[in-house]
């Protein structure tokens, strides 16, 4: 059975630019995964954010370099947030709210958990905390 992988924001802009420390490392689970006929979830939460850190950091050009990778691979698959999905993101923030965890790592836990997704292309150390496997934790190597 194909498995699915999360894709936070730092995985996607680590995906997207070549000059990442992490862009091996993310392109060589990305290529595994589709060989395998896994996909990759993302919500649109995390394209806001990615598209954000990529036009602060790239300019325009890399928000839409980022923006067309994912509208043109069929391996994404979108999930939109909606407000059934924002309600319970918001009661998880809230029951959260002693961790350093942002609205969008709660909504991007929220979604792992409904479709029971356990690792995530990110760097972020609070997927680990919130028990989640992060694949990019500690790769920089090219």
């Given at each position: 059975m194909?498995?699915?992988l999360f894709v936070d924001s730092s995985g996607l802009y680590a995906l997207a630019d070549h000059r990442d420390l992490r862009h091996a490392s993310a392109a060589r689970c990305v290529s595994q995964l589709i060989k395998g006929g896994g996909r990759l979830i993302l919500t649109d939460y995390i394209i806001d954010e990615a598209l954000t850190l990529a036009k602060a950091r790239a300019q325009s050009y890399g928000a839409l370099r980022l923006l067309?990778?994912?509208e043109r691979s069929e391996a994404f698959r979108l999930v939109w947030m909606g407000q059934e999905r924002f309600e319970i993101?918001?009661?998880f923030f809230r029951?959260?709210?002693d961790h350093g965890y942002s609205f969008t790592d709660c909504s991007s836990f929220?979604?792992?958990r409904e479709l029971g997704l356990s690792e995530?292309?990110?760097t972020d150390g609070h997927f680990v905390e919130a028990g989640?496997?992060?694949l990019l934790r500690g790769a920089t190597t090219r």
């Open positions: 194909a498995r699915d067309e990778i994912v993101t918001k009661a029951k959260h709210a929220v979604v792992m995530a292309l990110t989640f496997h992060a």
